[in-house]
């Protein structure tokens, strides 16, 4: 199976890809031979990749960058690079390759520290021989001053380094960073696509794949985790009960305190995951003793480690609320299709009653407006707003429509 396999309905920028990898393919044959390269080349030294969440950025990248270390025999013969069978293909799709560098974060953002060591690692050579490519998933997610750090590695890249940057929009990137990418956007994928990838790579029954992908309109890894996991599905059942809770402010405030309670334990349930083994693995490597006791100058270590699992905690529970919101304003975007009566096809068609319900009882001006809040409270929450207070703020405004 191709690498461009799960580049799901992106046929435009799989066709530039695959074009400049067929070309940086041509570079690395001719320089081996000592040959001259061809002139004109689709390849560059840094990408963009932009689209909606769930449109497959990363997955773009990671394909693109497979292709660029395939060594199958069939290119020789006129195959295109990106077999998907060969050690550089399989080795860059699991995250093992030596060449290949994926960063993301699991925090808020990403700080000079850390981006001066992906600087420095990009101006090594490869160790294969071929393309040192580093992959930022959360391009969006740089600091300022990260920024300006990259910049200069960007601008002045090694002769055999790619980078490959992901991002929801090209706003979201320094203007003076995204002048020197090539700009690739993708698109949400129709969900028939989704669904296909999910019942063929996944395993998935049909009905629950194409439900899953319907309900999430196309996001790839949100459908996948719908339809494999039982606690988004009752997670997602329990946000599309909430417009028919806010009748008064009691249930206002109740229905907000549940949607925070929820997204806290999903914060928590990752934290006990990562969080006590990376304590453990931190005082192991500090050299605690059986007691647990810290030697001293330790302190700090221990510290910056609780900060960073912080930080991480918070950057969870947002995500959590995040996930939810955008459910919320999927339901009264299908209100407000039946309330137009558009043909538009409905995505929560599991809560078909309710959504009736909430039709017959509302206005289309109504619906506009509690759409407009659910957009206010993820605004709220971007600035850092308490979250109990952004989605109190959100579910008094549902209930006065």
């Not at 996991?229 to 599309?240: G, H, K, M, Y």
Request: glycine share 8%.
């Amino acid at each position: 199976m191709a690498v461009w396999d799960d580049v799901v309905g992106q046929e435009r920028v799989h066709a530039q890809l695959a074009a400049a990898a067929r070309d940086a393919d041509a570079r690395v044959t001719a320089e081996a031979r000592r040959e001259r390269p061809p002139d004109a080349s689709k390849m560059t030294h840094a990408w963009l990749f932009t689209g909606p969440p769930g449109s497959g950025r990363s997955t773009a990248a990671r394909a693109f960058a497979a292709a660029l270390h395939c060594t199958s025999p069939d290119r020789a013969l006129g195959g295109e690079p990106g077999c998907g069978f060969c050690d550089g293909c399989h080795t860059t799709l699991v995250g093992t390759h030596a060449d290949v560098e994926v960063i993301r974060t699991d925090l808020l953002s990403i700080g000079v520290k850390d981006t001066r060591e992906l600087v420095r690692r990009a101006q090594l050579s490869p160790a294969g021989g071929r393309w040192q490519v580093i992959i930022l998933e959360d391009a969006d997610r740089l600091t300022e001053g990260a920024g300006n750090v990259l910049l200069k590695a960007v601008e002045e890249p090694a002769p055999r380094t790619v980078w490959l940057l992901c991002a929801p929009s090209i706003e979201d990137v320094l203007p003076t960073i995204r002048s020197r990418c090539r700009h690739l956007t993708l698109r949400t994928p129709p969900v028939e696509a989704v669904a296909d990838v999910l019942i063929r790579r996944d395993g998935i029954e049909p009905d629950v794949a194409m439900s899953a992908a319907r309900a999430t309109q196309g996001h790839i890894g949100r459908a996948r985790r719908l339809a494999t996991d039982e606690r988004a599905r009752a997670r997602r059942a329990t946000v599309l009960k909430m417009p028919l809770r806010v009748e008064d402010i009691g249930g206002c405030l109740k229905a907000a305190q549940e949607l925070i309670d929820a997204a806290a334990e999903d914060a928590n349930q990752v934290a006990e995951e990562v969080d006590v083994k990376e304590t453990e693995d931190m005082k192991a490597a500090l050299g605690a003793s059986a007691g647990g006791r810290m030697p001293r100058g330790t302190a700090g270590a221990m510290k910056e480690l609780e900060d960073r699992q912080k930080r991480r905690k918070t950057r969870s529970q947002r995500d959590s609320l995040d996930l939810a919101l955008t459910d919320l304003t999927g339901f009264y975007r299908d209100v407000l299709a039946l309330q137009m009566g558009s043909e538009v096809a409905l995505a929560n068609l599991d809560v078909r009653d309710a959504l009736d319900r909430i039709a017959r009882a509302s206005t289309p001006e109504g619906t506009l407006r509690r759409i407009e809040a659910v957009v206010a409270c993820r605004q709220a929450l971007d600035s850092n707003v308490a979250p109990l207070l952004a989605v109190e703020a959100m579910t008094v405004a549902l209930r006065a429509g």
